[in-house]
Every structure is written in C-alpha cells, then in structure tokens.
T-cell receptor, first 110, second 116 residues
Framework: QKEVEQDPGPLSVPEGAIVSLNCTYS??????FMWYRQYSRKGPELLMY????GNKEDGRFTAQVDKSSKYISLFIRDSQPSDSATYLC??????????FGTGTRLLVSP | DGGITQSPKYLFRKEGQNVTLSCEQN?????MYWYRQDPGQGLRLIYY???????QKGDIAEGYSVSREKKESFPLTVTSAQKNPTAFYLC???????????????FGDGTRLSIL
C-alpha cells in the first residue's frame, strides 16, 4: 500500500464549478501537507501548505486537513480553464523529505 | 528574476554513457534536492543537500551521483549503472530547515531524459 493515495483522474468540470481534489494517507506521523500545481512539461508550483489539522484559504483555493481520517482536500472555487493542470499532494513528518501523491489531472472546460 | 534554472530541457543518453543535468538557483537557498518523476508515480527523492560540500542519499540514489561545490549549483550525474534512466528530473531548493519546521521546496522546470 502506498503511503499517499491520490486518484489520477482526469477530473473534468465546466468553468465556474467548485472542484474538490483529495488525498488519503496512511502515516499518522505526517504533520505538513502541501498542494502543488503542475502544468504540462513544467515543474510543480507550490500552491499552499498547512500544518496539522484545519483549513487554510488563499484566494480561490482552500486546503483542508482531517488528521483523524487521514484525508486532505484542496477546493478550487470559480474554476477557470487556466486551472487545468495536474495537482499533486505532498506531506512529511516535519523533516524535509516529502512523500508525494501521483497527482490528479484536472480539466476545466470553457 | 529569482528562480531555479535547469538545463538542458531535453537530454538523450546513449547506452553506457554518463550524463550530467544542471541545476542553478539564485534564491540564496541553502538546501537543494533532486527528484525523479515517472508516469503514474509520485515524485521520488534521489539526493538532497542542506549545505555546501554535504549531501545525502534519498530513496532512489542507486545509479546517480551529485556534487555540491557551490551554494547555487547542484548538478546530478546519471551514470551508466542506472538501468532505467528515462524520466522527468526535477530540481528543487529551500531555505535550510531549522528543527522540525518545514521549509517549502520550490521547483525548476525539469529536464526530460530519454535513452537513444
């Protein structure tokens, strides 16, 4: 079993929809949770990261961590075609070694 | 502009050949990292360095080597011992972690390596 599980998609939504992207994990020692966005043939871009449980909001993006369920989510409000990309979750125990999910491909159609 | 520059963008390797991937950063970051990305798999850590002249193996270091002679540079050599080198290679950097507080890693735009 992988430490971090993420549905590869693709997830197709119309422009303006609310998108929910999720990851589950098995290691209860994970403390930091990150979301990266990766466009085709580009490096991952850090969107946001959170420490422990709770919510964090940045513009149209909200990250949510539920440590009791070992489940993290990224919500995108008012999705735009420019949001079409692969979204990677990553987490660690507090040291710099990250464990990544495989990524979910998101397609937002105009 | 501050950032991480990886070169070349595309690289081809012949059988038995060593190739070196370049990574340069002007963010004044102490820590640098090399990851490998394969389809259907998450990024996997090859090597990382928290300070000049020091580096540690990651999860998949076999067949790879690195050096860290300058703070700005962290080149990765894919040796002939790496039997499946075809992948997207990503370099990242961060400020030096202090204690257990995570320091965000920022990535370059990668080098795609293929076998001829």
């Amino acid at each position: 079993q992988k430490e971090v599980e993420q549905d590869p998609g693709p997830l197709s939504v119309p422009e303006g929809a609310i998108v929910s992207l999720n990851c589950t994990y098995s290691n209860s020692a994970f403390q930091y949770f990150m979301w990266y966005r990766q466009y085709s043939r580009k490096g991952p871009e850090l969107l946001m990261y959170t420490y422990s449980s709770g919510n964090k909001e940045d513009g149209r993006f909200t990250a949510q961590v539920d440590k009791s369920s070992k489940y993290i989510s990224l919500f995108i409000r008012d999705s735009q075609p420019s949001d079409s990309a692969t979204y990677l979750c990553a987490m660690n125990t507090g040291f710099q070694k990250l464990v990544f999910g495989t990524g979910t491909r998101l397609l937002v159609s105009p | 502009d501050g950032g991480i520059t990886q070169s070349p963008k595309y690289l081809f390797r012949k059988e038995g050949q060593n190739v070196t991937l370049s990574c340069e950063q002007n963010l004044n970051h102490d820590a640098m990292y090399w990851y490998r990305q394969d389809p259907g798999q998450g990024l996997r850590l090859i090597y990382y360095s928290q300070i000049v002249n020091d580096f540690q193996k990651g999860d998949i270091a076999e067949g790879y080597s690195v050096s860290r002679e300058k703070k700005e540079s962290f080149p990765l050599t894919v040796t002939s011992a790496q039997k499946n080198p075809t992948a997207f290679y990503l370099c990242a950097s961060s400020t030096k972690p202090t204690g257990l507080e995570y320091q965000p890693q920022h990535f370059g735009d990668g080098t795609r390596l293929s076998i001829l």
